[in-house]
């Protein structure tokens, strides 16, 4: 059991420095942007896409909101890589550190989603 509360705490801190991380995230937006000169043919625009009840909803968008949406869009995706880690850091910590009822045999990383 010595070796538990080591380890519980190097998952805390590790829940810790993802939190901390989660606090500097600026603003969030879902959807997707595009500059459209990169296209082939070229075009010219900016413009933002996302789903709205089951709809492709497109919006133009000017240079200086294609780079804000664009970190904002960046953002998000990184908002929910760090909500996965703290998902899974979490639920090693519970099932480490709280009391369990007994089984049979050990749970697997599959059944705690850890894999």
């Keep these: 059991m010595k070796t538990a509360a080591p380890a519980a705490s190097a998952l ?7 939190r901390q ?3 500097h995230i600026g603003y969030i937006s879902e959807g997707s ?3 459209r000169s990169q ?15 089951g709809k492709t909803i497109t919006v133009a968008l000017s240079p200086e909101q294609f780079h804000s949406l664009k970190q904002a869009v ?4 990184q908002l ?5 880690q703290m998902e899974r850091l979490s639920r090693q910590i519970l099932f480490g550190t709280v009391p369990s009822p007994p089984r049979r045999k050990k749970l ?8």
Aim: zero cysteines; proline letters at 4%; a positive charge.
């Design 108 to 115: 697997g990383k599959k059944v705690l989603g850890l894999v």
């Design 12 to 18: 805390e801190q590790q829940y810790d420095q993802l």
């Design 74 to 77: 960046e953002n998000e995706r």
């Design 33 to 35: 942007v595009l500059d």
């Design 39 to 53: 296209l082939r043919p070229p075009r010219r625009g900016f413009q933002w896409t996302r789903k709205v009840a």
């Design 21 to 23: 991380r989660l606090a």
């Design 80 to 84: 929910w890589t760090i909500i996965q």
